[in-house]
């Protein structure tokens, strides 16, 4: 089983930047960032593949949001920036079981393991 721990969730004002962090207990195919805003559902943010370090984004971050990895470290991070206030919610770092989603990554339902989240808050 994998275990995932996120830090760096903080508050920050609109147009700042904020990095989080997330490391895993071993090897993982592929991680992920979610976050989930209260009454609504939650959404994929990023995802980045160990095999060959391609990453994907959220059409609502592009442009704003980096995910680099560490593979020596099982370690991923979220690089933000020009944060806007409904970027505000829990984020969370998720893991697979197995294989790794290319067409369906953006869904919960996709992801075994996760992050007990941090909290990112931003105000205008």
């Known amino acids: 089983q994998t275990h995932l721990v996120e830090s760096g969730g903080d508050s920050v004002q609109a147009g700042g930047s904020l990095n989080l962090s997330c490391v895993a207990s071993?090897?993982?195919?592929?991680m992920s960032w979610f976050r989930q805003a209260p009454g609504k559902v939650r959404e994929g943010v990023a995802v980045?593949?160990?095999?060959?370090?391609?990453?994907e984004y959220a059409a609502s971050v592009k442009g704003r949001f980096t995910i680099p990895r560490d593979k020596a470290k099982n370690m991923v991070y979220l690089q933000m920036t020009l944060l806007r206030v409904d970027d505000s919610a829990m984020y969370y770092c998720?893991?697979?079981?197995?294989?790794?989603?290319?067409?369906?990554?953006?869904?919960?339902?996709?992801?075994?393991?996760w992050g007990r989240g941090t909290q990112v808050t931003v105000s205008s």
């Open positions: 998720a893991a697979p079981r197995s294989v790794c989603s290319v067409s369906h990554w953006r869904q919960a339902r996709s992801w075994a393991y």
């Open positions: 071993g090897y993982t195919p592929c």
């Open positions: 980045v593949y160990s095999g060959d370090g391609r990453s």
